[in-house]
Structure formats: structure tokens, C-alpha cells
């Protein structure tokens, strides 16, 4: 197969993240590095304080209010720590000492999380689907919930598993969500949740910025003691500038937001997303057991597919002939091992269709 390349001479990246930016937003920091604005600097180099920045975070609010249809009554964090340290704060910050916080285990970053909260609250699973090797969401009527839970957990999109929620909630206590790989991916309704959290790193910008949507009645909760920098109401007060934000990652992000917006929206990219991963799902189903997805279909991704080879020496050499022609970031995470194609906004349509050309070029061989 020849080398795989987009229209701009960039190979297609298939990263879990961080992953693929648009070209378009590249292309556009690339010449504000030099001289942003005509103003004889980088972007990267002028004060978080200056009214040239703060019209950048600004903006980069609007427009994910106006993505995500986030309504007023919803406060809007840009905080630094990944998602991981989110799953800290949401228990210092919603939870009192010791209750009760309810757990879905449906993958790799459930877990983590559970772990992170573990310190600071009771922390429960209301179900787990490790034991069938998390291929699936535990079905709802088999969950534990907890009358005095200070709220339920959820990750909305297991990106290294592959499994995604798929299905209404519809509990009692509010909703914490981890939409890391998911995050503008579709349409979503932001008051099914109490909280949302996303790294950006997968579809809304570059590592190093964490996206936070929570119900301002929720910030009035007392919560545990901490530190003002541990405490969501303190950022909120200061406009995300508690301490210097990553100013440059910040400017990414908004420009990803505008460029999304410019796309058509959300509802565009869950149409596109939908219909390119049903076409990849298609490709390894109707491989004849050659490729193998080992998620319940009702509880497949569309960001992240994952799937196997008869043995884990056809896994390796799959990526490896995979990135000499032009197609990188397939190796599977380290703890499932296999493939994994990740088809985030920002990945073009044509990697897809290159990449399935690959799998059939790939089984002709190796089949």
C-alpha cells in the first residue's frame, strides 16, 4: 500500500490522544507564534492578565456554551490537571467527608476514578463490568444506587475499551460525567448532568487544559476543606485565572471550538462520527473472525475502536506496516494490547476509508 497522506502532506493520525488537530487551527498558530495580531509577539508570550488574552478566553467560553448549548444557570471552568485531577476535585467539592458517592465501573478510567475518590468519600460501585473483561454496561436493572449518594459517577466513553454508556441514566442524585474522549463528539443534553469533565486533548485541543460544565447550585455545596486552588467556587471567582492558565493550550482550544462551530456543530460531527465508526464496525465484522471487536454492539464507541488479530504478533506487525504507510497511532493501550483507530472531529474521513484499505490490503496477505 502507498503512503497514506492528507491533502496538507500530513500523515493520518489515529491517536488516543493527545490526538489529531484540525489543519486549519494549526496552520492559523502557527502564524501566531511569531506575530499574533500584529502585535510583535507570540501568543505564547503575552500576560494571562492582558486584555488580549482575556478577550481569547472570552471568546473560547461563547463558543463552548454555544457548542454544547450550555445553559446560563451552568458555570464554565478551563482548569489545568487533566481529567484525573478532576475526579479529585469532584469529590473535595460536592461531597462531604466520608458519604456516600456511587461508582459505574465500565472501563480503565472508571476505575481510576473510583480510586482518586476513594480517599475522600464512601465510594461505591453501582455496578462493574470487569468481570466479562469490559465489553459491555452492566444492564440497569442490575444496579446498586445509594439513596444518600452526593452523586453518581460515569464515564461516558471508555477510551481504551471502547465501550460507550449509550443509554439514558435516570437517577435521583446528579450526574458526574467524564467525557474526555467524548466531549462534542454529538449533541448531548448538559442538564442530565450535574458536572461534566473533559481533558481536551481528544477533541476539544491540545493536553495540558481540562474543560469543567457544573450547575452552579452544585458549587454552593460545602463540601470537604481545601485549599482555594482545590476549590471549584475559587476558580470560578477568578475567571479560571486562579493561577496562570496555559495560555497557549487555552488559545488552541478556542480555536478548535470555532472551527467545530464552522463545521456545522455537533449535530454534524455525531452524524459523521456515527456513520464512519458504523463503517469501520462493518469492516471488522465482515472480516470473518480475521478482525475481532469484542464490545456489545449496543455499547460500541464512536471515538474508539479497538479490535483484535488472530495473534498479538499480527497485532505488531500490523502497526508497524500501518505507520510506514502513513498511519500512526493504532497500537492498542498497553493493557489490552490489539488495535485501537481513535476518530476523533479532527480526523479526516479520507484516514478512515484509508484505513480500512489497509485492513483488507493487511488480510489478503496475512489471512
Not at 133 to 143: D, L, N
Not at 169 to 178: G, H, K
Not at 280 to 285: E, G, K
Not at 292 to 319: C, E, G, I, K
Request: contains cysteine; proline residues 5%; neutral net charge.
Amino acid at each position: 500500500m502507498q503512503l497514506a497522506l492528507s491533502a496538507a502532506g500530513r500523515v493520518f493520525n489515529f491517536s488516543a490522544g493527545p490526538a489529531v488537530l484540525p489543519e486549519p487551527v494549526l496552520r492559523q498558530a502557527q502564524q501566531a507564534l511569531l506575530n499574533w495580531q500584529g502585535i510583535g509577539a507570540s501568543v505564547a508570550e503575552i500576560s494571562h492578565r492582558s486584555a488580549a488574552f482575556m478577550a481569547v478566553a472570552v471568546h473560547a467560553e461563547a463558543d463552548l456554551r454555544a457548542l454544547l448549548e450550555v445553559p446560563d444557570d451552568y458555570a464554565v471552568l478551563f482548569m489545568q490537571g487533566g481529567a484525573t485531577l478532576q475526579q479529585v476535585l469532584v469529590a473535595l467539592n460536592l461531597a462531604t467527608p466520608g458519604q456516600a458517592a456511587d461508582y459505574l465501573i465500565t472501563g480503565h478510567w472508571g476505575k481510576t476514578a473510583l480510586k482518586q475518590a476513594a480517599p475522600y468519600v464512601d465510594a461505591r460501585i453501582v455496578a462493574s463490568g470487569e468481570a466479562q473483561g469490559f465489553c459491555h454496561v452492566p444492564a440497569r436493572e442490575t444496579w446498586q444506587l445509594s439513596a444518600d449518594a452526593a452523586y453518581l459517577h460515569v464515564t461516558d466513553n471508555e477510551t481504551i475499551h471502547g465501550v460507550a454508556l449509550n443509554m439514558p441514566l435516570l437517577v435521583e442524585v446528579p450526574v458526574v460525567a467524564d467525557f474526555s474522549s467524548s466531549i462534542a463528539s454529538r449533541p448531548i443534553r448538559v442538564r442530565d448532568y450535574g458536572l461534566i469533565y473533559a481533558g481536551a486533548q481528544k477533541n476539544l485541543g491540545p493536553s495540558g487544559i481540562t474543560v469543567v460544565i457544573v450547575a452552579r447550585d452544585l458549587l454552593e455545596r460545602a463540601g470537604q476543606p481545601r485549599a482555594p486552588m482545590l476549590d471549584y467556587r475559587a476558580h470560578l471567582e477568578r475567571d479560571s485565572m486562579l493561577n496562570t492558565p496555559p495560555t497557549f493550550n487555552w488559545y488552541l482550544l478556542g480555536l478548535c471550538l470555532a472551527w467545530m462551530r464552522e463545521q456545522g456543530g455537533v449535530a454534524a460531527f455525531g452524524a459523521r462520527n456515527a456513520a464512519r465508526a458504523q463503517k469501520l464496525y462493518a469492516a471488522i465484522d465482515g472480516s470473518g473472525g480475521f478482525y475481532r471487536n469484542q464490545v456489545v454492539a449496543a455499547h460500541r464507541s464512536h471515538m474508539n475502536v479497538p479490535f483484535f488479530l488472530p495473534t498479538a504478533d499480527l497485532d505488531a506487525q500490523f502497526v508497524a506496516q500501518a505507520n510506514a504507510c502513513g498511519l500512526i497511532g493504532l497500537k492498542g493501550h498497553a493493557r489490552v494490547g490489539g488495535i485501537r483507530a481513535s476518530l476523533y472531529n479532527a480526523l479526516p474521513d479520507t484516514a478512515v476509508d484509508a484505513l480500512m484499505d489497509f485492513m483488507r490490503e493487511f488480510q489478503q496477505r496475512h489471512a
